[in-house]
């Protein structure tokens, strides 16, 4: 399984940026992996942001960004995406994708997921 992130860089506060995650790999099956985003900034442990079961339904946020983040996806295309919007200096991060191929359900916990793509970086200037 490969993950693929793109659609960081620099934005001002209160700004917007949209990032997305392409999954492909002959054993990805996207009805059977739960998908999810998460971030780690410079010197800080790695945050879980959002996350959407395999079997879709509504995503779940961290409080931190629910209200701000919408992730969606494209079951067709094994897609996701991050619509990041009123951006914050403290979202400032690399962001990554990652999958958990052996479960459909959703966690929080970064541990539970044995794929990630290769980050791609969110600055928020303030």
């Known amino acids: 399984v490969q993950l693929q992130a793109s659609g960081g860089g620099l934005v001002q506060t209160g700004g917007s940026l949209r990032l997305s995650c392409a999954a492909s790999g002959r054993t990805f099956s996207r009805s059977r992996s739960a998908l999810a985003w998460f971030r780690q900034g410079l010197g800080k442990e790695r945050e879980f942001v959002a996350a959407?079961?395999?079997?879709?339904?509504?995503?779940i946020y961290a409080d931190s960004v629910k209200g701000r983040f919408i992730m969606s996806g494209d079951n067709v295309e094994n897609m996701v995406y991050l619509q990041m919007n009123s951006l914050k200096p403290e979202d400032t991060a690399r962001y990554y994708c990652?999958?958990?191929?052996?479960?459909?359900?959703?966690?929080?916990?970064?541990?539970?997921?044995?794929?990630w793509g290769q980050g791609t970086l969110v600055t928020v200037s303030s």
């Open positions: 990652a999958a958990d191929s052996a479960s459909w359900r959703t966690s929080t916990n970064w541990k539970t997921y044995n794929y």
């Open positions: 959407v079961s395999g079997i879709g339904g509504r995503a």
